[in-house]
T-cell receptor, first 114, second 115 residues
Framework: AQSVAQPEDQVNVAEGNPLTVKCTYS??????LFWYVQYPNRGLQFLLK??????LVKGSYGFEAEFNKSQTSFHLKKPSALVSDSALYFC????????????FGSGTKLNVKP | EAGVAQSPRYKIIEKRQSVAFWCNPI?????LYWYQQILGQGPKLLIQ????????DSQLPKDRFSAERLKGVDSTLKIQPAKLEDSAVYLC?????????????FGPGTRLTVT
């Protein structure tokens, strides 16, 4: 079965430090992977995606993600965190063999302290 | 480009009442999705439309939930009768083409509270 796991409910980091939000996946076939961010009382906003090609994907607001096929991971990263990055982050995988359905992880709350 | 529009933003009803949510996707987006997001969880797909046809409704509780997209543009999701466990945020999303690598664009959601 297709699934996404975000092992950390919450990540705390100081402003200016690098951040990593972890995601592992399970999917049949080639993975289409996505990261979304959700601010309070807002819908999800697309950050970046991996379809094929380079394992390091760059996205919006300085975020990037590293695809690792052997570890089935797609961790979200940013070299220098901002207080305004504090939000809820969701990893998702698209199942190409099942109507391209999206499966979302449970989310990781990122807290960036000044 | 206008985003995905949803209304109402908030709704409070009593159990056993009915409620309807409306969604207008981004112009030109053929695929429309309704998700249920319970507090502390990721979004769960309820139903997916391709134009005005249903592609997947395997997780839609069909005894009480219904959805339609009659003209292949905007869509409504209805709950009748509502239960306490239906309290959640209902998100609508759209994408250009589900067969390609396109991402989904989400509306702001409707927060439903069932008392």
């Amino acid at each position: 079965a297709q699934s996404v796991a975000q092992p950390e409910d919450q990540v705390n980091v100081a402003e200016g430090n690098p951040l990593t939000v972890k995601c592992t996946y399970s999917v049949s076939g080639n993975p289409y992977l996505f990261w979304y961010v959700q601010y309070p009382n807002r819908g999800l906003q697309f950050l970046l995606k991996y379809i094929t090609g380079d394992n390091l994907v760059k996205g919006s607001y300085g975020f990037e993600a590293e695809f690792n096929k052997s570890q089935t991971s797609f961790h979200l990263k940013k070299p220098s965190a901002l207080v305004s990055d504090s939000a809820l982050y969701f990893c998702a995988v698209r199942d190409q063999r099942n109507f391209n359905k999206f499966y979302f992880g449970s989310g990781t709350k990122l807290n960036v302290k000044p | 480009e206008a985003g995905v529009a949803q209304s109402p933003r908030y709704k409070i009803i009593e159990k056993r009442q009915s409620v309807a949510f409306w969604c207008n996707p981004i112009s030109g987006h053929a695929t429309l999705y309704w998700y249920q997001q319970i507090l502390g969880q990721g979004p769960k797909l309820l139903i997916q439309f391709q134009n005005n046809g249903v592609v997947d409704d395997s997780q839609l509780p069909k005894d009480r939930f219904s959805a339609e997209r009659l003209k292949g543009v905007d869509s409504t999701l209805k709950i009748q009768p509502a239960k306490l466990e239906d309290s959640a945020v209902y998100l609508c999303a759209s994408s250009l083409d589900p067969t390609e690598s396109y991402e989904q664009y989400f509306g702001p959601g409707t927060r439903l509270t069932v008392t």
